[in-house]
């Protein structure tokens, strides 16, 4: 990778956390009851080079759940055992234009899931996994996230339970997908393997490390270990790229340039192929879920690292 040289990053992740730590825009998202207990004030931001560099500055090691940001590395699982084929026809990958949590997206495509980002296409991800039982699913998901981390990731009780006392919407989903065929198990069990591993415990360096690794064609830069191939690596790449920030994708990719994908907890998650991954939290959210300063650390950093993808020079 063509990082600038190991101080110049850390100055740079410094003044990124700086220039928006004060910025007090945006809410806590609160339909999921325990993500509303979360400290407004929390901010994070993290490089990790594919040379293993960590670059940490503020809240990078407070932990909080990975909600949707899990979804990008269940599909680069689902990915590996199935096939680019197979996911890409039974998942989708195009953009539905709607929120994240969208049921008429699902009715106005003839009950496809659109894509893995989307809730409903994340649900049907899920159910992909292969595992003889719903508990053999969720070890492999637990296994292959922690793998990505380089650490044993662990399960968040509280919103755990809290989001599966408050999750119809998206048992409703499930249910909508099962009645067109394409959730082919008890579609009460999947989405609480989706819950789940929406309620892992990570934190913004964590984040980096996971983004690093599908830097890296899928080899984690800290433990040195491959967790998938190069062309899962680009398949989720390709796939968050179009779809990582809902449907405000298009305008994410024109400002930052960078595959991506964000969650209601705060974190997002960027990929600059072949340099960095970085990890960012604040639980201030934009009115499509997505963290406000870490959108702007993000383009930030984007700009002064000269991440941006379709930049020739
Ligand atoms: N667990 C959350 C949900 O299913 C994840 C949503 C998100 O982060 N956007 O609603």
Known sequence: GDLPEWNEVDALVEAAYRR????GDGAVA???????????????????GTDGGVHSSGDTQIEFSIQSISKAFVYALACQELGHELVRERVGVNNSGAAFNSVIAIELNDGHPMNPMVN???????ALVPGASADERWDAVLAGLSEFAGRQL???????RSESESNQRNRAIARLL???????????????VYT??????????????MGATLADGGINPLTGRRV?????????LAVLSATGLYERSGEWLFEIGLPAKSGVSGGIVSIAPGKCGIGVFSPLLDSAGNS????????YLSRVLGLNIFASA
Do not use: H, M, N, W
Not at 120 to 126: E, K, P, R, S
Not at 292 to 299: E, S, V
């Open 20 to 23: 928006y730590r004060s910025v």
């Open 228 to 236: 998938v191939p190069p062309g899962v690596c680009r398949d989720t």
């Open 30 to 48: 609160d339909y999921i009851p325990a993500l509303a207990e979360a400290d407004p004030e929390r901010f994070g931001v993290c490089v990790v």
């Open 120 to 126: 409903a296409g994340a649900i049907a991800t899920t």
């Open 196 to 209: 789940k591993q929406c309620s892992l415990k990570v934190d913004a360096r964590d984040l980096a490390i």
């Open 292 to 299: 406000i300063r870490g959108q702007l650390a993000t383009a």
């Open 178 to 192: 099962a009645s067109y065929g394409r959730v082919e198990l008890d579609p009460d069990e999947v989405v609480d």
């Open 154 to 160: 662990e399960l968040d009780d509280a919103v755990y």
